[in-house]
């Protein structure tokens, strides 16, 4: 085990659970395109026990990575869980033999992937299960209420505790608001993608978190000389600079960052933890203007 790291963005509220808003994606740990299994699996049981170490309480994950793959990594390095980890999954897709991510929204395919989560992680009952809906183009129109009442219902069954919508239009999050508490919102954004200024700002109001993800690959925003500039006066790199700069966003943004290494997982925590100064984020909010 490494030196514990101090982690940066003190805590959230999340349901009836309060995590770090420094807190970790487990997508990259299964193999290519998010399919089989990792490279390196002691090197991937190692990085998900030095983020627990370290305090992290917050870990993304779905069966549909690997599938199986990622939650049965999870369920070998820390089960027996810690009271004080929160594990949120998600459903809405399944996976083909040639890697895509085909829609399962049914009632029937809905109740499937819960019991999959719930079986693969070894639990009785999921922490969070968010919704996710649209495509690998983003949320695209349509209603939400069919498969959030189902993943309500699991709830009242006591098969999940809280639920999160991802993926998703500002409309459809009011209309699963309607059907059920939302704790989280599991949307791309980033420091060049900022449609969801809005959404960021209402959710805050309501103490509901917001969770920003990257396309597969990592966070590549566009060539920005601000952000090279302001990763160069920090003595920093552009992730980094890109992590910080969320955090200090808006105080409901929970950061999810992925690897499989160790040590990118110390670089993504020291980096999260940059301080930027006004001048800094003003010059990196344009980015996205």
């Known amino acids: 085990m490494s030196t514990p790291l101090s982690l940066p963005g003190g805590t959230w509220p999340l349901g009836d659970r309060t995590v770090t808003r420094f807190g970790y994606g487990a997508m990259q740990l299964a193999g290519p395109w ?12 190692a990085v998900l026990r030095e983020a627990v170490d370290w305090g992290i309480t917050h870990i993304d994950t779905s069966d549909a990575y690997g599938p199986h793959v990622t939650n049965e990594l999870i369920r070998e390095a820390l ?22 991510w085909p829609t399962a929204r049914r009632p029937e395919e809905l109740r499937r992937q819960v019991h999959e989560n719930l079986r693969s992680l070894g639990v009785d009952t999921l922490d969070l299960v968010n ?9 695209q129109p349509g209603s939400i209420t069919e498969a959030f009442e189902t993943l309500a219902a699991l709830q009242q069954e006591g098969l999940i505790r809280h639920l999160g919508v991802s993926n ?25 993608h900022r449609h969801d200024d809005d959404l960021v700002e209402q959710l805050a109001a309501d103490g509901i978190a917001y969770v920003p993800f990257f396309p597969l690959g990592g966070f590549s925003p566009v060539q920005s000389e601000a952000l090279s500039a302001v990763a160069a006066r920090l003595g920093s790199t552009p992730m980094s600079v890109a992590l910080a700069w969320l955090l ?12 499989s290494k160790v ?17 800094d984020v003003a010059a990196l909010d344009g980015i996205g203007s």
């Open 79 to 100: 089960h027996p869980y810690p009271e004080s980890l929160l594990i949120a999954t998600k459903v809405g897709a399944n996976r083909d033999a040639q890697g895509g």
């Open 34 to 45: 998010v399919m089989g299994p990792p490279a390196d699996r002691d090197g991937a049981l």
């Open 131 to 139: 919704m996710r809906m649209g495509d690998a183009e983003g949320p």
């Open 248 to 259: 200090q966003r808006s105080p409901n943004i929970l950061l999810i960052p992925g690897t």
């Open 168 to 192: 998703v239009t500002a409309e459809q999050v009011a209309e699963a608001r309607v059907v059920a508490p939302v704790v989280c919102v599991q949307n791309l954004y980033n420091l060049a």
């Open 263 to 279: 040590a990118h997982l110390r670089e993504n925590v020291v980096g999260a933890g940059l301080s930027l100064s006004a001048e």
